[in-house]
């Protein structure tokens, strides 16, 4: 996937491609952002650049991505290009492990076969466990010239900080919702209805949008306005039983995640009515009506005590009681919504 078939990304693409052009290329670079954004796409076509048979040499240089050895990065078999990711096997926690990393020392003693550089790619770098990581800090701290190490990572905090300063940072940012419904458009089979669904939930994050199921989709989306906004919040019994029963299906992190986005929902359409890139978008018009009765601090408070929910789940707060003061504190707010509207009406 040479860099004129990634969408987006624009400004760490022109970065990569000058400090190749500019024979400025460092010796490790730590690509981070947000998962499943394009991070290791652009590390595959760095690789194809520097070994590509036929490489394009212009002001923004790229691979064929055609020739044999652009084939061979692409299916990770190209004899100077090695990528090293948490084994499989581990489902919970992987991890890379320090015979992974002693696995590369080759790469080190022994010159190219062909091309300028050998490089490694290690994704998801944050997994190494600290013996690896100690044993690749040794590797960094005096990489042969001929090295070059792309560490990907969405959690470079957990990173040793001696690696993270060996590396040059380049942060990637989420696309823009409107690229990935274009690209989902274009080069994918899904309607058009659904690609600006997927797009949406995808906050940016191409690898994620073309594994969504936009049916899957739907049901949830139907299923969380249910609970969000549905009858039950006016009665406290079906209040208990509901927040228990997301809590004994372990549902909760999940039922966070979509009550947060049907609150953002309700956000875009109190301060832009036009533009909002609603998730919730069949139901608009209730959307539009809750959004005229609950002012917009109401609903920055429910948000931010979703946000300290989420966080409390992390330190084992009871998510039982959590849930269960969210809902009645949304029906607090409704309640007096419902009575700003008929005052308005002037019962
Ligand atoms: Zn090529």
Redesign the pocket.
Known sequence: M?FHTIIGHQRPIKWLQTAVTTNHLGHAYLFHGEPAIGKRQIAIALM?LL?????QLNSTPD?????????QIEQGIHPDCVTIQPEDGQKQNPKIKIDQIRGIEHLVIYRPLIGSHKVCLIDDADAMTTEAANALLKTLEDPPDHCLFLLISSRPEQLLPTIRSRCIALRFAPLPVSDIEEFLRQHSSIESSNAKLIATFSEGRLGEALHLDPEELKVKLRQYWALLFGEHLTSATQVFDMSESLVKSAQVAEAIHWFQQGLRDLLWISVDETNAPLLYRDQEPALRQLAQQMPPSAIVELSQELHQLERGQQRNLNMQIGLEQFFFHLHDHLEDAQARKEVRRGK
């Open positions: 040479p194809q070994h590509c048979e036929r490489p691979a064929c991505g055609l020739c044999r050895a652009c084939h």
